[in-house]
C-alpha cells in the first residue's frame, strides 16, 4: 500500500431509540479488539450490500429483531484513522437513527446490552471513532 493509504473500512451503526429516548449500546465482549467499551450495533458492509442492507442483516444477526429500510434515519457519519495496534485502517461508520423495529432485542453475540438514557450516554467509553457521533445523536435526541 502507498505510504499514507490505509485499508478503507465500511461499517453501518444503529441507534435503536426506545419509547423512553433511551439508546440501545452493545458493550464488546472479550477476545474483540477495543474489549469493554460500549458501540452502537451494527457492522461491517459487505461487497455490493446497501447500508440499509447491512444494518437490517446486522440488527438481525446481533439482536435477533427485524428492522425495515423505511424506519432507517440517515443521522450523520464519523471518519477515523486506527494505527496497527488497532488493525491500521480507515473507519467510514455512517450512524442511522431507528424506533421501530419488530422483535425485543437480545444478545446474540456474546456482547452485554444496555439501554442508555440520553442524559447518561456520555457516561460509556465508547471507541474513539464512535465519540464523535454523540454530539448529533443528542442533537435529534433533542437533550
Not at 465482549?29 to 467499551?37: A, C, H, I, N, R
Not at 450495533?41 to 450490500?49: L, Q, V
Not at 455512517?94 to 444478545?107: D, E, K, S
Request: aromatic letters at 6%; glycine letters at 8%.
Amino acid at each position: 500500500m502507498a505510504h499514507g493509504v490505509k485499508r478503507l473500512l465500511l461499517v453501518i451503526a444503529c441507534a435503536l431509540i426506545d419509547s423512553e429516548n433511551r439508546v440501545l449500546l452493545a458493550r464488546r465482549p472479550p477476545g474483540k479488539s477495543m474489549p469493554g467499551l460500549w458501540e452502537f450495533p451494527g457492522g461491517k458492509c459487505e461487497p455490493g450490500e446497501t447500508p440499509e442492507a447491512c444494518l437490517i442483516r446486522e440488527l438481525h444477526e446481533e439482536l435477533g429483531i427485524e428492522a425495515a429500510a423505511q424506519d432507517l434515519t440517515p443521522l450523520c457519519f464519523a471518519s477515523h484513522s486506527y494505527g496497527p495496534q488497532e488493525g491500521d485502517f480507515h473507519l467510514l461508520m455512517p450512524l442511522y437513527a431507528c424506533r421501530r423495529w419488530q422483535g425485543a432485542c437480545r444478545a446474540r453475540e456474546g456482547q452485554n446490552l444496555a439501554w442508555a438514557p440520553a442524559s447518561r450516554i456520555c457516561e460509556y467509553p465508547m471507541p474513539p471513532a464512535d465519540i464523535p457521533l454523540l454530539g448529533p445523536l443528542l442533537q435529534f435526541l433533542k437533550c
